[in-house]
T-cell receptor
Framework: NAGVMQNPRHLVRRRGQEARLRCSPM?????VYWYRQLPEEGLKFMVY????????ESGMPKERFSAEFPKEGPSILRIQQVVRGDSAAYFC????????????FGDGTRLSIL | DQQVKQNSPSLSVQEGRISILNCDYT??????FLWYKKYPAEGPTFLIS?????DKNEDGRFTVFLNKSAKHLSLHIVPSQPGDSAVYFC?????????????FGTGTLLAVQP
């Protein structure tokens, strides 16, 4: 009865490198949401995906960030050419369908940029 | 432009007493409201929710009150226990809208003193 699984839990990258964050939703859930929490702030929505489709990416920075949720495998949040300001906790949540609430969260990936 | 505000960054209460956490929102289009609890280094855990057709929802020690005219919701925890010490986030959404993204407040750190 696994919940939302995120890996890695901690990720350290140097400026200019790429970061890949993975999220496996709860069993039976086909909707995935990514949120970012900067230090001393609340969680902020980034992107909402259904299998093979991006439904809402209004919270994604226009450059360097991308997300996918392929037919098989986990959802991936990809950050290219990371900068210090990308240091944050990235949380993934899932729901059974578009109307399904509440969203269930994973324990996050803490990204640190050196 | 903060759409969801939790004006108390922290709250300290004695064990056994009532904890009241407050949340204000700006947009009357929001019609579904949730409270999450978060421990350090973990993801948010869903506590309780309420839709705009109700003004109160109760689950054990947790009760959420909604005042639509004031655009205000509150979470009551009674009696408070030391294990309740955590950061509490309120979140709002437009249920059934084009996207089910959650908009979070900045959180209130609750400390329950034994």
């Amino acid at each position: 009865n696994a919940g939302v699984m995120q890996n890695p839990r901690h990720l350290v990258r140097r400026r200019g490198q790429e970061a890949r964050l993975r999220c496996s939703p709860m069993k039976g859930h086909s909707h995935v949401y990514w949120y970012r929490q900067l230090p001393e702030e609340g969680l902020k929505f980034m992107v909402y995906l259904q299998k093979e489709n991006i439904i809402d990416e209004s919270g994604m920075p226009k450059e360097r960030f991308s997300a996918e949720f392929p037919k098989e495998g986990p959802s991936i949040l990809r950050i290219q050419q990371v900068v210090r300001g990308d240091s944050a906790a990235y949380f993934c949540a899932s729901s059974q369908d578009r109307m399904g609430q509440p969203q269930h969260f994973g324990d996050g990936t803490r990204l640190s940029i050196l | 432009d903060q759409q969801v505000k939790q004006n108390s960054p922290s709250l300290s209460v004695q064990e056994g007493r009532i904890s009241i956490l407050n949340c204000d929102y700006t947009n009357s289009m929001f019609d579904y409201f949730l409270w999450y609890k978060k421990y350090p280094a973990e993801g948010p855990t869903f506590l309780i929710s309420i839709s705009s057709i109700k003004d109160k929802n109760e689950d054990g020690r947790f009760t959420v009150f909604l005042n639509k005219s004031a655009k205000h919701l509150s979470l009551h925890i009674v009696p408070s226990q030391p294990g309740d010490s955590a950061v509490y986030f309120c979140a709002v959404m437009n249920y059934g809208g084009a996207t089910n993204k959650l908009i979070f407040g900045t959180g209130t750190l609750l400390a329950v003193q034994p």
